[in-house]
């Protein structure tokens, strides 16, 4: 039988830790697990096996009857302190970290997922997670793509041998924003895992587990990392979600507490066995970014929302789509839910303009593919993150041919302003 301190060895130090607030727990938590020295960032652990002075002390950590750390693609040092850091700010029960966002979701999917399964995707959705979703239909998971700003569309497209439902709260690139409050009651009446990926947000701006949901993606590199210097993902388990009830939990752990039976197979059968395992210098950069969290994005959506205001109103650009503007069809629900509308917003240009010109007329606006830097980035989508997907998906998503999607950065916003009107001038 697997003992729950053997999958995250410091996970009683998360439930004695003060509750302070958001950012102050952050800042403390590698220093309240007594690291070593003294020192205030866990150090980075390079080593990927450990060694036992009692090699029967080795079989139990292999057995689940001892806390420690047995292998690298497991377990590091290193990353479980940014696991506890995820953890804390999604208030979960527990984290699993992973090479990157999409590494995460697969690796999810994949640990809970067989064949004959169906799950209810949000057809607005991230290009790749997408092109998964597309993938694993020929592995024998049937999956239906429906708009899911409206509850009632997936209740439709429910099935007997539905198992999950996948959303983000704010969809790229055209910033949709799920009916977050009324799936999640959905998916708890008809006992359905509930996914939510929080990228566009972060735990900053929102908690999934406010609308009940199951588990929690984060996209480490994006905002929680912020500088565009590492990569990383991660799942946490909400504790809102009866896993004894859940029929494709693995044997091997249903001796477990019913809490700890999700989150410990996604651990199992996604990272070990898939083994798209995080680093410890990664785990370290995203550790550290995460301690500013709070100040980079507050900043990053008061630009991104003068930004949007700015291009609402210039007669060259045809449509602006942001959350925190008043004709947003789902602005009312982004201000209920959300601490702040994010720093993502798109827009289309006026067909007399070419997006690429466009966009090489910037100076501190980077084409980029990237988002959640400290950098203010833009992306031609239609050309390029979305282009694999067809004219006809891309259609049905809202995304036009002129589209550019900017995540926005710290940057002085006059700076900004000056290059949208060299831009579009």
């Given at each position: 039988?697997?003992?729950?301190?053997?999958?995250?060895?410091?996970?009683?130090?998360?439930?004695?830790?003060?509750?302070?607030?958001?950012?102050?727990?952050?800042?403390?938590?590698?220093?309240?697990?007594?690291?070593?020295?003294?020192?205030?960032?866990?150090?980075?652990?390079?080593?990927?096996?450990?060694?036992?002075?009692?090699?029967?002390?080795?079989?139990?950590?292999?057995?689940?009857?001892?806390?420690?750390?047995?292998?690298?693609?497991?377990?590091?040092?290193?990353?479980?302190?940014?696991?506890?850091?995820?953890?804390?700010?999604?208030?979960?029960?527990?984290?699993?970290?992973?090479?990157?966002?999409?590494?995460?979701?697969?690796?999810?999917?994949?640990?809970?997922?067989?064949?004959?399964?169906?799950?209810?995707?949000?057809?607005?959705?991230?290009?790749?997670?997408?092109?998964?979703?597309?993938?694993?239909?020929?592995?024998?998971?049937?999956?239906?793509?429906?708009?899911?700003?409206?509850?009632?569309?997936?209740?439709?497209?429910?099935?007997?041998?539905?198992?999950?439902?996948?959303?983000?709260?704010?969809?790229?690139?055209?910033?949709?924003?799920?009916?977050?409050?009324?799936?999640?009651?959905?998916?708890?009446?008809?006992?359905?895992?509930?996914?939510?990926?929080?990228?566009?947000?972060?735990?900053?701006?929102?908690?999934?587990?406010?609308?009940?949901?199951?588990?929690?993606?984060?996209?480490?590199?994006?905002?929680?990392?912020?500088?565009?210097?590492?990569?990383?993902?991660?799942?946490?388990?909400?504790?809102?979600?009866?896993?004894?009830?859940?029929?494709?939990?693995?044997?091997?752990?249903?001796?477990?507490?019913?809490?700890?039976q999700g989150i410990t197979q996604i651990k199992k059968?996604?990272?070990?066995?898939?083994?798209?395992?995080?680093?410890?210098?990664?785990?370290?950069?995203?550790?550290?970014?995460?301690?500013?969290?709070?100040?980079?994005?507050?900043?990053?959506?008061?630009?991104?929302?003068?930004?949007?205001?700015?291009?609402?109103?210039?007669?060259?650009?045809?449509?602006?789509?942001?959350?925190?503007?008043?004709?947003?069809?789902?602005?009312?629900?982004?201000?209920?839910?959300?601490?702040?509308?994010?720093?993502?917003?798109?827009?289309?240009?006026?067909?007399?303009?070419?997006?690429?010109?466009?966009?090489?007329?910037?100076?501190?606006?980077?084409?980029?593919?990237?988002?959640?830097?400290?950098?203010?980035?833009?992306?031609?989508?239609?050309?390029?993150?979305?282009?694999?997907?067809?004219?006809?998906?891309?259609?049905?998503?809202?995304?036009?041919?002129?589209?550019?999607?900017?995540?926005?950065?710290?940057?002085?916003?006059?700076?900004?302003?000056?290059?949208?009107?060299?831009?579009?001038?």
């Amino acid at each position: 039988m697997y003992n729950s301190a053997s999958i995250d060895p410091v996970i009683a130090t998360l439930h004695t830790m003060p509750k302070n607030g958001f950012i102050t727990r952050n800042l403390h938590s590698d220093r309240r697990d007594s690291p070593e020295h003294g020192v205030l960032h866990k150090a980075i652990h390079t080593s990927v096996a450990y060694g036992y002075a009692d090699s029967r002390e080795l079989a139990e950590v292999f057995q689940g009857r001892r806390a420690g750390y047995n292998y690298g693609r497991q377990l590091n040092p290193t990353v479980t302190a940014l696991q506890n850091k995820v953890t804390q700010m999604e208030d979960g029960i527990g984290s699993v970290a992973f090479a990157t966002g999409m590494a995460a979701i697969a690796s999810t999917m994949f640990a809970l997922l067989k064949e004959g399964d169906h799950i209810v995707s949000s057809a607005f959705l991230f290009g790749n997670t997408n092109s998964l979703f597309n993938t694993i239909k020929r592995l024998g998971v049937e999956v239906t793509f429906v708009d899911a700003t409206q509850a009632r569309f997936i209740e439709n497209a429910l099935q007997d041998n539905t198992r999950l439902v996948f959303v983000e709260t704010i969809a790229n690139p055209v910033t949709q924003i799920a009916d977050l409050v009324a799936i999640g009651q959905l998916c708890s009446v008809r006992n359905l895992v509930y996914c939510v990926d929080n990228t566009m947000t972060s735990p900053h701006l929102f908690t999934p587990n406010t609308v009940g949901a199951s588990l929690v993606v984060n996209s480490l590199t994006k905002y929680i990392g912020g500088h565009g210097n590492a990569l990383g993902g991660s799942i946490t388990d909400t504790g809102l979600y009866d896993w004894a009830g859940f029929p494709n939990i693995d044997e091997s752990y249903r001796g477990l507490d019913p809490s700890q039976q999700g989150i410990t197979q996604i651990k199992k059968k996604g990272l070990r066995d898939i083994g798209a395992s995080l680093g410890p210098e990664a785990a370290h950069h995203l550790a550290v970014g995460s301690e500013t969290l709070p100040l980079r994005l507050d900043r990053a959506c008061a630009n991104a929302k003068t930004l949007a205001e700015y291009c609402q109103q210039h007669p060259k650009v045809a449509n602006t789509y942001y959350p925190g503007l008043d004709n947003h069809p789902q602005h009312d629900r982004a201000k209920q839910l959300f601490k702040n509308f994010g720093a993502i917003f798109s827009i289309d240009l006026d067909a007399t303009i070419d997006c690429f010109d466009f966009l090489n007329a910037m100076d501190n606006v980077i084409a980029s593919s990237n988002l959640g830097d400290n950098r203010t980035l833009a992306i031609p989508v239609a050309h390029t993150i979305y282009y694999e997907m067809g004219a006809e998906r891309r259609a049905s998503m809202g995304i036009s041919d002129n589209l550019i999607r900017f995540s926005v950065g710290i940057e002085d916003i006059d700076d900004l302003l000056a290059d949208f009107d060299k831009a579009l001038a």
